[in-house]
């Protein structure tokens, strides 16, 4: 199977191209995952209410939200596949691409298989996730359930600083907890969050389980040199330890960055191999909203249409 452009995920950055592609009539495939890093749809998938992405003055569910941009991409011809791509070859053109069941040749791809939040994986936090746990403060910080109460962010690099400044617009208190006995925050990240009379640090320790009724009300915290455990009456637990962008398949073929992130270039998605551009959270370790996915998703789709145009006396297809 030959085909001229092939996108991998299907969050906001990968239905975005694919709406752009189909537009341009380029006749995507994408690849919507079934497994690898999430699931098809996904980060969005995993939470309830998103009120920040634009047109939605009511705000929106995430899967209702991620449901439209795949009919969007349907209707403008994408051929949506539920798999996972186990494969790539990008040292050779066509490029290949392989999943257990099908290998394709295409001359494009748009990568978009986006990052995944880590988690601690505590007792109660499935049970809690979106009724007091999350991962993102930018996404459910303005939530009722955080307003005026007391909340913890765990972490200690600059995302847990950025988050727990950003908490202490709707909580009372905000309790950041840090592994060790020193933030890797940047220099002037520390000032603020060591200044900030809303914030108290809790030095080495780690919370332990999460427990409440309807909502989270409380958790308990290990201490790390001492072992022994506390009691923190929180309504809100937020993770910032960081993510793990979904680029293992694409190791020793595309650069990337110290943290596995894909090496843009300037202002485009171009990566290092030309015909391969990448959108979304897989290269940006700095906004990781769905807005900006879809802005890149854009930009890499219409990035991809001028390249093929330009390529068309060298590919057997009109462009
Ligand atoms: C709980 C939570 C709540 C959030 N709330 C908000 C919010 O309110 N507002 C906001 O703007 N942002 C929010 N975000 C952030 C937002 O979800 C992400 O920034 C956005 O989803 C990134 O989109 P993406 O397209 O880059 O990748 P993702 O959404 O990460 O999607 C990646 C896709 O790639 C697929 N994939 C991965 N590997 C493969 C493979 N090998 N083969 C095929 N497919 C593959 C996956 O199945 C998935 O479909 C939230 C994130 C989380 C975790």
Redesign the pocket.
């Known amino acids: 199977m030959m085909e001229q452009l092939v996108i991998?995920?299907?969050?906001?950055?990968?239905?975005t191209a694919a709406i752009y592609a189909g537009r341009a009539q380029l006749k995507p495939i994408l690849?919507?995952?079934?497994e690898?890093?999430?699931?098809?749809?996904?980060?969005?998938m995993?939470?309830t209410?998103?009120?920040?992405?634009p047109g939605f003055a009511e705000g929106i569910q995430?899967p209702v939200l991620m449901q439209q941009m795949r009919q969007q991409a349907l209707r403008w011809g994408t051929q949506v596949i539920t798999?996972?791509?186990?494969a790539v070859d990008f040292q050779e053109r066509p490029f290949r691409i392989a999943t257990t069941d099908l290998i394709m040749y295409t001359h494009a791809v748009i990568v978009?298989?986006?990052?995944?939040?880590k988690r601690l994986h505590l007792p109660g936090e499935e049970r809690f996730w979106?009724n007091g746990i999350?991962?993102?403060a930018?996404?459910?910080g303005t939530n009722p359930l955080f307003h005026n109460v007391e909340i913890a962010v765990v972490g200690g690099g600059d995302s847990a600083a950025e988050e727990a400044l950003y908490l202490t617009k709707y909580a009372s208190q905000v309790h950041l907890l840090v592994r060790s006995d020193r933030l890797r925050a940047s220099k002037t990240m520390q000032s603020r969050v060591l200044n900030h009379s809303k914030i108290q640090i809790h030095w080495q320790v780690l919370p332990i389980s999460a427990h409440g009724d309807e909502v989270l009300q409380q958790i308990q915290l290990q201490d790390q040199i001492t072992g022994a455990i506390s009691e923190l009456k929180v309504n809100g637990l937020f993770y910032a330890i960081g993510h793990r962008p979904?680029t293992r398949?694409f190791e020793g073929q595309l650069a990337l960055d110290s943290q596995g992130y894909i090496k843009t270039t300037g202002k485009s998605t171009a990566t290092n191999i030309a015909g391969v551009w990448a959108?979304?959270?897989?290269q940006?370790h700095l906004y990781?909203?769905?807005?900006?996915?879809a802005g890149t998703?854009c930009m890499a789709a219409l990035e991809a249409e001028r390249w093929l145009a330009e390529q068309a006396n060298a590919f057997s297809f009109a462009a």
């Not at 690898?36 to 969005?44: E, F, K």
């Not at 990781?288 to 996915?293: H, K, L, M, V």
């Open positions: 991998i995920g299907s969050g906001p950055a990968g239905y690849f919507e995952g079934f690898a890093g999430g699931s098809p749809g996904g980060q969005l995993t939470t209410d998103v009120e920040n992405f995430g798999d996972d791509v186990i978009c298989t986006g990052a995944t939040a979106n999350s991962a993102c930018i996404c459910d979904n398949l959108a979304g959270d897989v940006d990781r909203q769905a807005i900006t996915a998703g």
